[in-house]
T-cell receptor
């Protein structure tokens, strides 16, 4: 089976812009979770989607949002980018929910200038 | 809420020596515990997973971890380090006992292998 794929792999944006990141889970996996990884804060849970519904959300401002499509592919959007949003954004999929083994994609590295 | 603590942000061992990376969980016994490895510019790869079926869990690349309830620990070991083991290692557990709200990760331990 193909693994989790994320596009784009690298992205440079400026403050105030918005960005959309994409994630395709492993075939058959219905749960998709997003994480932000920074040197200072480590890995932090953003949100989890299952069957097109957001089931849980981490402690992030409303500028961070996401959605999931009927084929389980997911996107996350960050509006009004801030310098502190520079990070590696990781997508992970699992068969049913985010407590199970999660399989991670390679991540999208976002740099905000 | 569950939290995970990894002792030592950096661990340095010689090639061929024992690797020991420490992880402690904070609250009630979690249903799962994980160790992941991250190589530079890559995502996280699952090393092994504890599911309560066995306290000693064997993973990939010669790694294993032992769950000790009395010590609230899930330390990762490998008998003989290879240069290719140099990477960042993360311990993780479900955030809460119920509810699908993702994993909580330790801060990570950077493993350095000295030739």
């Amino acid at each position: 089976k193909a693994g989790v794929t994320q596009t784009p792999r690298y992205l440079i944006k400026t403050r105030g812009q918005q960005v959309t990141l994409s994630c395709s889970p492993i075939s058959g996996h219905r749960s998709v979770s997003w994480y932000q990884q920074t040197p200072g804060q480590g890995l932090q849970f953003l949100f989890e989607y299952f069957s097109e519904t957001q089931r849980n959300k981490g402690n992030f401002p409303g500028r961070f949002s996401g959605r999931q499509f009927s084929n389980s592919r997911s996107e996350m959007n960050v509006s009004t980018l801030e310098l502190g949003d520079s990070a590696l954004y990781l997508c992970a999929s699992s068969p049913r929910d985010g407590r199970e083994t999660q399989y991670f994609g390679p991540g999208t590295r976002l740099l905000v200038l | 809420a569950q939290s995970v603590t990894q002792l030592g942000s950096h661990v340095s061992v010689s090639e061929g020596a024992l690797v020991l990376l420490r992880c402690n969980y904070s609250s009630s016994v979690p249903p799962y515990l994980f160790w992941y490895v991250q190589y530079p510019n890559q995502g996280l790869q699952l090393l092994l997973k504890y599911t309560s079926a066995a306290t000693l869990v064997k993973g990939i690349n010669g790694f294993e971890a032992e769950f000790k309830k009395s010590e609230t620990s899930f330390h990762l070991t490998k008998p003989s380090a290879h240069m290719s083991d140099a990477a960042e290692y993360f311990c993780a557990a479900p955030k809460r006992g119920g509810g699908a709200d993702g994993l909580t990760f330790g801060k990570g331990t950077h493993l350095i292998i000295q030739p």
